[in-house]
């Protein structure tokens, strides 16, 4: 293929990586007093709990070597079904969405869920972009991608 190709998919990809770092920093930075004075809503604990959670099994089953947090998918990277895969094509995009939830539920409705909504969009751009090339780099990804979701097992 056309290197010009290559090169608009590689500044796509990172466009979405600053995106996504730049709101889960924003929500950091504004629910930091929240957590610096320990006052940690039921709901935030129980998002962060399963965003911990299903983070730490996603790293039991897919290697820190094998994925990338760039959506376009690594050359030596293999196809994972075991575990979290198992239900989710994308579990770690799902606990961040879950950890930027414990954190939007610790600000203002309006601006934390806004936040989180606009997390939650380039997440789903990211994924769209990353099944795409992925369906070229691997050839079992389109029945895989048959038979899970793509962030809430049995929903979306």
């Known amino acids: 293929m056309n290197p010009n190709f290559y090169a608009h998919r590689q500044r796509i990809g990172q466009l979405l990586v600053v995106l ?15 957590i610096w004075l320990a006052q940690w809503k039921a709901t935030s604990m129980l998002l962060a709990v399963l965003a911990l959670l299903l983070g730490l099994w996603t790293l039991a089953y897919n290697r820190l070597g094998n994925f990338n947090i760039h959506p376009a998918p ?4 293999i196809l994972i079904t075991d575990g979290p895969y198992r239900l989710i094509r994308h579990p770690m995009y799902s606990a961040v969405l879950l950890g ?9 409705p309006g601006s ?26 691997h050839a079992g990804y389109a029945t895989y991608c048959q038979h899970t979701q793509r962030f809430i097992p049995w929903l979306l």
């Open 100 to 108: 930027a939830g414990a954190l939007a539920a610790m600000l203002e």
């Open 74 to 77: 690594k050359a030596q990277g």
């Open 20 to 34: 996504q770092f730049g709101l889960l920093a924003w929500l950091g930075w504004a629910a930091a007093p929240s």
């Open 112 to 137: 934390g869920w806004l936040s989180w909504c606009a997390l939650a969009l380039v997440l789903w751009v990211k994924a769209h972009l990353e099944e795409r090339w992925l369906r070229e780099h």
